[in-house]
Antibody
Framework: QVTLRESGPALVKPTQTLTLTCTFS??????????VSWIRQPPGKALEWLAR???????YYSTSLKTRLTISKDTSKNQVVLTMTNMDPVDTATYYC?????????????WGQGTMVTVSS | EIVLTQSPDFQSVTPKEKVTITCRAS??????LHWYQQKPDQSPKLLIK???QSFSGVPSRFSGSGSGTDFTLTINSLEAEDAATYYC?????????FGQGTKLEIK
C-alpha cells in the first residue's frame, strides 16, 4: 500500500524559512520513473504545483517560486524535503506531497493528507 | 507555462443528472490531462488519467474524453456523494499546472 505523509510546523513567522518533510512508504524513489511532487492550496483556492524531484535526482520548480524553493530526497529514509525561504502570509496554505510516475503518465496517483501552514507574526 | 481553464466554475445539479465539466488548455497537450475530485477537508483523489483512463477503484459513472486542447469530464447519473470540487491537471510540460476548479453542488 502506497502512503505519503507530510510533516512540518503549523505556524511560521514572516521572513522565516519553512521546512516540510514528506515521508512515504510502498514505493522507492530510486525506482526508474518514480517522482514526488509538492503541491499547495491556499484556503478556498485552487491547487498550485510547487516542485518535483525524480528518481535520478533531477529537480523541477514552479516558475514563480523557484528562487525560494529547494527540494531534496533521502532515499534511505524514504523522505522528500521541501524548503521555502522568506515566507509571507500569502504562503498560508495546505501543503501536499504526491507521487507521480511515468507509469501513470505523471498523474498524481496518491496524495498525502496535507499539512496546514499558517504564516503570521 | 500552460494555462488550463475549466468551465463552469460552479454548477448546482440534481441527483441522477448527467454532468459535463470542460477543461481547455492554452496549447496542445496531447492526452496528458488528468482529473481529480476533492471533497471538503480532504486531499484530492485521482479519477481519470491520460484524458480517458479510469483510475483504479473509481466508479464507472466517471469518464473522460478529449485530446489536444479540449477535454471533458462526464459524470453519468450523479450521486449525492459526488458533491466536490473537480480539478484538471496537465503533465505535458513543466511547470505542471492545474485548472481553477469546478465546484459541484447537489440540490
Amino acid at each position: 500500500q502506497v502512503t505519503l505523509r507530510e510533516s512540518g510546523p503549523a505556524l511560521v513567522k514572516p521572513t522565516q524559512t519553512l521546512t516540510l518533510t514528506c515521508t512515504f512508504s510502498g514505493f522507492s524513489l530510486s525506482t526508474s520513473g518514480m517522482c514526488v511532487s509538492w503541491i499547495r492550496q491556499p484556503p478556498g483556492k485552487a491547487l498550485e504545483w510547487l516542485a518535483r524531484i525524480d528518481w535520478d535526482d533531477d529537480k523541477y520548480y514552479s516558475t514563480s517560486l523557484k528562487t525560494r524553493l529547494t527540494i531534496s530526497k533521502d532515499t534511505s529514509k524514504n523522505q522528500v524535503v521541501l524548503t521555502m525561504t522568506n515566507m509571507d502570509p500569502v504562503d498560508t496554505a495546505t501543503y501536499y506531497c504526491a507521487r507521480d510516475s511515468s507509469g501513470y503518465y505523471y498523474a498524481f496517483d496518491i496524495w498525502g493528507q496535507g499539512t496546514m501552514v499558517t504564516v503570521s507574526s | 507555462e500552460i494555462v488550463l481553464t475549466q468551465s463552469p466554475d460552479f454548477q448546482s445539479v440534481t441527483p441522477k443528472e448527467k454532468v459535463t465539466i470542460t477543461c481547455r488548455a492554452s496549447q496542445s497537450i496531447g492526452s496528458s490531462l488528468h482529473w481529480y475530485q476533492q471533497k471538503p477537508d480532504q486531499s484530492p483523489k485521482l479519477l481519470i488519467k491520460y484524458a480517458s483512463q479510469s483510475f483504479s477503484g473509481v466508479p464507472s459513472r466517471f469518464s473522460g474524453s478529449g485530446s489536444g486542447t479540449d477535454f471533458t469530464l462526464t459524470i453519468n447519473s450523479l450521486e449525492a456523494e459526488d458533491a466536490a470540487t473537480y480539478y484538471c491537471h496537465q503533465s505535458s510540460s513543466l511547470p505542471r499546472t492545474f485548472g481553477q476548479g469546478t465546484k459541484l453542488e447537489i440540490k
